[in-house]
């Protein structure tokens, strides 16, 4: 301040009188008391200062009372007083200062040049007070001091520019202290307005540069418009380009521009911030000694901005430098340093993600160490302590993963647990894609299905919450990819694997390119993808799986053992490709990669196990091929014996499909040696094994993967282990199809037990059990047919016993009824999802756990025992017909026997060409019969029906009794056919010599997609009355006419009034649904087709849609009688699952018709009509159609004369009923 004498009017200088006793000017005093003051405000010393505040404001009340310096001299003292303040941070020192400058502008005038300084300051003080007390007043105070110290001074001078800069402070901080846009941007305005100002230092730019830094930054807070930050970084940059005095300033201008880019890289991912943020963050930290105090701080910045660039490139050496400095400030920091908990946080994940690079150990102990140090530094309620009891879940979980300790995945339950209960309500998303983690790694231990939906149900929860940022959702949307994947494997849900893909889609695209987790991602879509192709067996969803594994190994930077898990599941998806096209190089690559991947794989991993079989099984290829080196097949059962070894102290279901791989190495020594090749007690060390394994096996794993295992002790002549696993084996079967699943996807999970039940049937009969066959026959044959039948069963005895359990039980199949026969696409919303097969399944269980525990009613829906079948024979026979690798079969079951008959000529092999003859399809290659290509069915031919009559029919009727002359006038005896396997699509009934002897002959031929199914149709209500249906469509869109239906109807229908006929445009599938529930007797002449795969896909064509198996299965019909399906192939089932009886004419039974006619292959229009006709004739008017059976034969037999050198024209009728 510099300092003005005034001059008298008479242009002398003026004085004040001095006290008495000073010789002295009282200016010369007062200007050595402002000296003293400016001197010891920038002195340290408090004592100093405020003595020269107390002299200088004594001098001044002896100063006359129109001194002209008044006003000068108290802002003087004011300055003192608020430096006074800064030293003391004593309020009264505060508001002295504010009162010494207030009454500093009361002594000058409006137009004193110097008023726009005092006013200036008298706003800082006003400020400062504020951030003391909190007194809004004192901001209006400062707003209006600025306001004025605007209007004085001189525009583009010092002060104006110290107004605008005040006025942006002061709406800052009233921003800060009760909020509102108003205040945030006009504190953003004045900032702007004082840097355009000029001239302006460039120290005070600088600091104006850092408080708009920090408004930007607020107010990106609130809008999230990214110019904000933007705007933020620049100003940084800005002030950072000026020469700064203070060192303090530039580094915490350095510290802000960092973690603006570590925002921006947060937000939007750019590898740009990532690098800019590091820049920085050395920039400071190479600016900061040893000992500074904020050198911890500044230590965890710059750790934080490598992690942030390790995550999205996933180079090493980010990594490293993050942990390295992230180590260094957990050593500065005291134990109590409210940030030492979050450090040692972060350490932990850090040191978890460097194991997933290295794979060493020493990261993951760390992480746990570090985890447990953090935990332990936060109470109860610390607000971090959620996150950290994740982190340390992570690191327990991923370390069970790596060496199965049990104790760890116990602690990852429980901290997982834990999280979760203390997050807050709104931010639980983290804690519950962590627990979901957590879930899908113990299912993968322990096969438990529950884990799997509350796995899914926590993840679902989590994507709820808006607070996840990318890279989060892309973990909780991977983890729900892999668990409905897991349960699709378990299950079989096509919704299930839909979502899985879908969600493994929506993991990846959450990332950017070059993300480190990226590579994860595409590797489990890419299984989902392979998974498709094992059920679709479409040759894009390989390539699919094939082109994502290549991608995720193609990522960089990956660890050692992410290398060997990438290239071990290419190899598979490679293999598989291999087995549908046996391309060479697939195979080859595939080799290649298992070998990579295994000398990648570290000796203790709990991987390797899977590693090495996985070689095992292309070496085991290339041997089958024969293009390899001789020593391929010895390696294969090395790698896997060794496998098997290896993974022999865990219980993880996966530990049966290596049992089963070793069993089908094992048979393929055997057999190359003749009989050696396999240790002597190794049949019996893998059967027990397999017993073990089977105990935490999906029901999937233990129907299918105990196959080879039986066969190898078949082989090897062990039949009574054999027969123990085939029992094992087929008893999974029914918890395959899980209650309350669609059709569709219950009939796919089954698709993989073909010849499983020949098989087992044939193990028991060779040991002389015959009704141990038969009841495993029964028990493992049309489940899904079994299931329903079951669930329409007779409840009164239960009612009476139990009517609250009847009706818990009426509604629980009611709700497995409409979830069965829903289609796919009803199924794929998150409500159906959250919805596990296992709910339904569990409450069905314990249902029948507790009915059963009733009196008089143990047997509730038990599978039938032998004695029960026997009931199926009345009036006759019913012929069980068996083929397996050990040869034919047919057991007689009659009400008071059950009697074996070996069929000696009868062979799978043989079977299995003339299904698929009979039924016009050829097996694409490589794609185990669930591909075919269709050839055109003709029909039966003779040398199929003399095949059949040698080999089977004459050996039955020979048992029988029946090959000799009928007896004029005596009816022929009846006999149910009830094959297995393919014999199942084949025409027993017609079976004979051209010209000579034939089944027609000896008996009246019928056929029971189950014995269970035969005993249901007898214990139908025979129908009282007949009301008719007829169905006919001459003319279907899109297809050829059928000119012989309209005939056919109108004979059917002739005298018959009541009668419904729906024909062409009138029969739609409304129509027909709606009519058939009031029809005891229903006649189809219409278009049908099948599907040689999927025979739920079996459908009648109507006008305007088709009617499948499962919409005439789902209807409940009261007073069916006969449904009549004049169409072609009706009664034919599936090549691949022919022992589930699948097709319209089971459909009509199901729906409660006892007695159905139906064709096994398609038939000739003319033909077709003449059958019906003759038919119908032959029962009469008769509301009963008890005499069906007898109808049909002769009917066949009368078309037989007619057509003796044509049995695709006369054999394809078949009647199923009592």
């Not at 909190?134 to 001091?145: E, F, I, P, R, S």
């Not at 740009?272 to 050395?282: L, T, V, Y």
């Not at 089932?1133 to 096994?1160: C, K, N, P």
Request: glycine share 8%; aromatic share 4%.
């Amino acid at each position: 301040m510099r300092w003005r004498r005034s001059r008298g009017t008479d242009g002398t200088t003026g004085s004040p009188p001095v006290p008495d006793g000073d010789t002295r000017d009282i200016r010369d005093v007062l200007a050595e008391s402002v000296t003293a003051v400016n001197r010891a405000s920038a002195s340290d010393d408090p004592a100093a200062l405020r003595s020269a505040v107390d002299a200088l404001l004594s001098t001044l009340q002896r100063a006359p009372a129109d001194y002209p310096y008044r006003g000068l001299c108290l802002g003087a003292a004011g300055d003192g007083l608020r430096f006074l303040f800064r030293m003391t941070g004593r309020r009264g020192d505060l508001d002295a200062a504010v009162e010494c400058e207030e009454r500093a502008l009361a002594a000058i005038p409006r137009d004193d040049p110097q008023r726009p300084l005092l006013l200036n300051k008298l706003a800082e003080c006003c400020r400062a007070r504020f951030a003391e007390a909190g007194d809004l007043a004192d901001l209006d105070a400062a707003v209006t001091w600025s306001r004025e110290g605007l209007e004085l001074a001189e525009p583009g001078g010092k002060q104006h520019t110290e107004a605008l800069f005040g006025l942006g402070l002061t709406f800052h901080r009233r921003y800060h202290a009760v909020g509102g846009a108003d205040a945030r941007d006009a504190a953003i305005e004045w900032y702007e307005r004082a840097l355009t100002a000029e001239p302006t230092p460039a120290w005070d730019r600088a600091t104006v540069l850092g408080h708009l830094e920090i408004a930007y930054r607020d107010r990106f807070a609130e809008s999230g418009d990214r110019e904000d930050l933007d705007r933020a970084a620049d100003s940084c940059e800005r002030a950072l380009a000026l020469p700064i005095a203070e060192p303090d300033h530039r580094r915490n201008l350095l510290i802000d521009l960092t973690a603006v880019h570590q925002q921006l890289f947060d937000l939007y991912g750019a590898p740009e911030d990532a690098d800019a943020s590091i820049r920085n963050a050395e920039r400071v930290l190479a600016a900061t000694e040893t000992g500074d105090p904020s050198r911890p701080l500044i230590l965890r910045l710059t750790a934080e901005s490598y992690q942030r660039r390790f995550s999205t490139r996933g180079d090493a050496a980010d990594l490293d430098a993050c942990i390295a400095h992230g180590e260094e400030a957990a050593t500065l920091l005291g134990p109590r340093d409210p940030d030492k908990a979050r450090l040692l946080a972060n350490l932990c994940v850090d040191h978890t993600e460097r194991h997933r690079l290295t794979g060493d150990r020493a990261d993951l102990d760390t992480a746990v160490e570090r985890g447990r140090a953090a935990l332990a530094a936060t109470g109860p309620g610390h607000p971090d302590r959620p996150q950290i009891l994740g982190q340390l879940a992570a690191a327990h979980g991923l370390r069970f993963a790596r060496w199965g300790e049990p104790g760890d995945l116990d602690a990852d339950i429980d901290l997982s647990e834990q999280a979760l209960a203390l997050a807050p309500a709104d931010h639980r998303g983290i804690a519950l894609t962590n627990l979901a983690s957590t879930l899908a790694r113990r299912y993968r231990l322990t096969g438990e299905p529950r884990d799997l939906n509350r796995c899914i149900e926590a993840g679902e929860e989590a994507l709820a919450d808006p607070g996840l940022n990318p890279e989060q959702r892309s973990v909780c949307f991977g983890t729900l990819s892999v668990a409905h994947r897991y349960r699709y494997e378990h299950f079989g849900a096509q919704a299930d694997l839909d979502h899985a893909i879908d969600l493994g889609h929506r993991a990846v695209r959450s990332l950017g390119d070059d993300h480190v987790e990226r590579a994860s991602r595409l590797d489990s879509l890419a299984s989902a993808y392979a998974a498709q192709f094992a059920r679709s067996r479409e040759r894009d969803d390989l390539d699919t799986a094939v082109e994502l594994g290549e991608q995720a190994l193609a990522c960089s930077p990956l660890g050692p053992a992410q290398q060997a898990l990438f290239r071990s599941n290419l190899a598979g998806h490679l293999l598989e490709r291999f087995g549908a096209d046996h391309d060479p190089a697939d195979l080859e690559a595939s080799i290649g990669y298992s070998r990579k991947a295994l000398d990648g794989t570290a000796s203790d991993d709990p991987d390797r196990p899977r590693t090495a079989a996985a070689l095992a099984g292309a070496l085991f290829h290339r041997h089958q091929r024969g293009t390899g080196p001789a020593t391929d097949l010895d390696e294969a059962v090395s790698l896997i014996e060794w496998s098997v070894a290896a993974s022999g102290g865990t219980h993880a279901p996966a530990r049966l499909d290596l049992l089963n791989n070793l069993a089908v190495a094992y048979r393929e020594r055997h057999e190359r040696a003749g009989g050696a090749g396999i240790p002597a007690d190794a049949v019996s060390r893998l059967v027990e094994a397999a017993s073990r394994a089977a105990a935490t096996a999906t029901p999937v794993s233990r129907a299918t993967g105990q196959l080879n295992i039986a066969l190898l002790a078949l082989s090897t002549g062990r039949l009574p282990e054999a027969a123990r696993v085939f029992r094992s084996a087929v008893e999974a079967l029914p918890e395959c199809a899980v209650q309350g699943m669609a059709w569709s996807d219950q009939e796919e999970v089954l698709v993989g037990s073909q010849g499983l039940i020949g098989e087992a049937t044939a193990a028991h009969l060779a040991l002389g059990d015959v009704s141990g066959a038969v009841e495993l026959a029964e028990l493992g044959r049309g489940i899904l047919l079994s299931q329903r039948l079951d669930a329409r069963g007779d409840i009164a005895e239960l009612t009476a016993a139990a009517p609250e359990l009847a009706a818990e039980f009426e509604q629980l199949r009611a709700e497995a009824d409409r979830r069965s026969y829903n289609r796919v696409h009803d199924l794929t919303g998150t409500a159906a999802l959250r919805r596990s097969p296992l709910d339904t399944a569990d409450r069905w269980n314990d249902l029948l756990r507790r009915i059963r525990e009733l009196p008089g009613l143990a047997g509730f829906l038990a599978p039938p025992r032998a004695a029960d079948l026997r009931r199926a024979a009345a009036d006759g026979c019913v012929v069980l017909v068996n083929v397996s690798s050990l040869g034919g079969d047919a057991v007689l079951i009659r009400p008071d026997s059950l009697d074996r008959v070996p069929l000696p000529g009868l062979t799978a092999e043989d079977a299995q060409a003339h299904a698929h003859a009979l039924a016009g399809l050829e097996p694409v290659p490589g794609h185990e019969g669930r591909k075919m290509t269709y050839l055109g069915s003709g029909g039966a031919t003779p040398e199929l029906l003399e095949w059949l009559w040698e080999t089977t029919v004459e050996p039955v009727l020979a048992a029988l009794g029946r090959l000799g002359p009928s007896v004029p006038g005596e009816p022929l005896p009846r006999v149910w056919w009830v094959p297995t396997g393919p014999l199942a699509l084949l025409p027993l009934h017609a079976a004979g010599r051209r010209g000579g002897p034939s089944a027609l002959d000896h008996v009246v031929s019928s056929y029971a997609p189950t014995v269970r199914a035969l005993l249901h149709a007898r214990q139908r209500p025979v129908a009282e009355t007949r009301t008719q249906l007829a169905v006919t469509m001459r003319h279907t869109p899109g297809m050829p006419d059928l000119t012989g239906t309209a005939a056919e109807a109108a004979r059917l229908l002739a005298g018959r009034p009541d009668a419904v006929a729906l024909s062409d445009a009138d029969a739609t599938a409304a129509a027909v649904l709606d009519a058939l529930p009031r029809a005891s007797w229903a006649h189809f002449a219409c278009h049908a087709s099948g599907h040689p795969v999927k025979p739920s896909r079996n459908t009648l064509h109507l006008h305007d849609t088709r009617l499948p198996v499962p919409e005439i299965s789902r209807l409940r019909l009261r007073s069916g009688e006969l449904a009549y399906l004049s169409a072609c192939s009706t009664g034919q089932g599936s090549v691949y699952q022919a022992d589930e009886a699948i097709h319209l004419a089971s459909a009509f039974q199901l729906a409660g018709y006892r007695h159905v006619v139906a064709t096994l292959w398609p038939v000739n229009d003319t033909v077709a009509a003449m059958a019906a006709r003759r038919f119908y004739r032959l029962l009469g008017d008769s509301p009963t159609a008890d005499g069906a059976a007898n109808a049909l034969h002769e009917v066949t037999r009368r078309l037989r004369d007619r057509f003796p050198d044509a049995p695709d024209l006369w054999a394809p009728f078949v009647h199923s009923g009592p």
